[in-house]
């Protein structure tokens, strides 16, 4: 059973950054978060001890190998997949859309649709888009004014000729959730295959790929308190029936197969430590925790995690109300907090984008402003994708205290 409060102040004490001297509020964590302390023991240890090629007969070589198969065992359970090697290590979460939408493309066969958000990053729309030429129709699933994708709205545009449907979990711009457990049965009822972006949602509730029953997911590691990397998992059979670019040498197996080259060893040692850190979270709200299983602790503390940042969501959203002129975008009401993340997308009447996120700067605040890398979605919404938005993007090592003098600034901030 886990305790009922969260533990801010250690938790915050586990990141660097956050303990610099400087008060800095990190304030956009959509864009990438902070990494705690072990992370950034695993990158240094993996650089002075073993920074070399895996695949080598000595001691250090093998010590890659080892790290890279334990990072993969625990990516595996973080997102509760069936086997390790259904998870492969790369950049980022866009190189893998790319390749996977390519593969697909040459396996097209009579299902020639594929299926698109407005919601969603630029990565996963772009990305399918450009299958066009390739013979692909696109059809796109339309965010509704309340800032959300409906289900409902899904299902007249599956068919017999949908091959794939492509969206987000949560949006990087609005924090808005998507139910994508029902796009899947909705999805695989109709022969269709489900690509998710879990980049903006990771951070903050439980993954569940077996749940999901989605076929495809990508994450960007830098999101979940790890450092610059990206993860792909699918199902084993679809994976395996993917055509890959590789070089002669490389068995056609999974997962390497999809990692193409070599990538950043350090970073994927980093992986791991991230979710040992997650773990380890959950570990200290478990009442019993040496009976709990690895995945046990991690949804622990993901849950614990969604709990306390319901509060934050709360908090900016009631705090931001009070001000005249605000405009905040997407899910609002208190009572559909279980909607969304703590992303908070807004516009300053009559302030441009780009003086609110410089006049927070000034102020020792990090926000993010402009298209938020979703130029369709904010035009969808009458926003000048060129000037855009502001959005402040938390995680659970923010706290009530950081949104007060957040709002604070916003109330200062010269309006002539």
Not at 375 to 383: E, K
């Amino acid at each position: 059973m886990a305790n009922s409060s969260f533990p801010i102040t250690s938790v915050r004490q586990l990141f660097p950054a956050l303990n610099s001297g400087d008060n800095f509020i990190f304030f956009d964590n959509g864009a990438g978060a902070q990494i705690p302390q072990s992370v950034l023991d695993a990158v240094c240890h993996h650089l002075v001890s073993r920074n070399v090629q895996r695949g080598g007969r000595y001691r250090h070589s093998q010590e890659v190998d080892a790290s890279i198969q334990q990072a993969r065992q625990s990516v595996a359970t973080l997102l509760n997949a069936h086997e390790p090697s259904e998870v492969a290590f790369g950049m980022n979460a866009t190189s893998f859309i790319r390749l996977v939408s390519l593969a697909i493309a040459d396996i097209l066969g009579a299902r020639k649709e594929i299926i698109v958000s407005d919601l969603d990053h630029e990565a996963n729309i772009a990305t399918w888009l450009a299958l066009q030429g390739k013979g692909v129709e696109i059809r796109w699933w339309k965010m509704r004014e309340d800032g959300t994708l409906h289900v409902e709205d899904l299902e007249p545009l599956l068919s017999s000729r949908t091959r794939l449907v492509a969206c987000a979990v949560a949006s990087n711009a609005l924090g808005s959730i998507v139910n994508v457990k029902e796009v899947a049965r909705m999805a695989h009822a109709e022969g269709a295959e489900v690509f998710l972006d879990a980049v903006h949602y990771a951070p903050h509730g439980v993954i569940d790929v077996q749940d999901w029953d989605c076929d495809y997911l990508v994450c960007s590691g830098y999101k979940i308190f790890a450092p610059h990397m990206g993860f792909l998992w699918g199902k084993r059979e679809l994976l395996e029936a993917l055509p890959t670019f590789r070089e002669d040498f490389i068995p056609d197996e999974i997962p390497g197969k999809i990692e193409v080259g070599t990538f950043v060893y350090e970073n994927v040692a980093g992986m791991n430590a991230a979710v040992g850190y997650l773990e380890e979270l959950g570990r200290s709200l478990l009442a019993d925790s040496h009976s709990a299983s690895p995945r046990d602790r991690l949804v622990t503390a993901m849950e614990a995690i969604r709990v306390y940042e319901a509060t934050l969501s709360a908090e900016a959203l009631r705090a931001m109300g009070e001000l005249d002129d605000v405009t905040v975008y997407g899910i609002r009401k208190a009572s559909q907090l279980e909607h969304r993340v703590p992303t908070i997308c807004f516009n300053l009447n009559g302030v441009p984008a780009a003086r609110v996120a410089a006049v927070c700067a000034e102020n020792g605040i990090g926000v993010r402003d402009g298209n938020m890398y979703s130029p369709r979605l904010l035009r969808r919404m009458g926003i000048p994708a060129e000037t855009g938005a502001v959005r402040a993007s938390l995680v659970h090592y923010n706290t009530v205290e950081e949104i007060g003098k957040f709002v604070d600034v916003l109330r200062r901030v010269n309006r002539n």
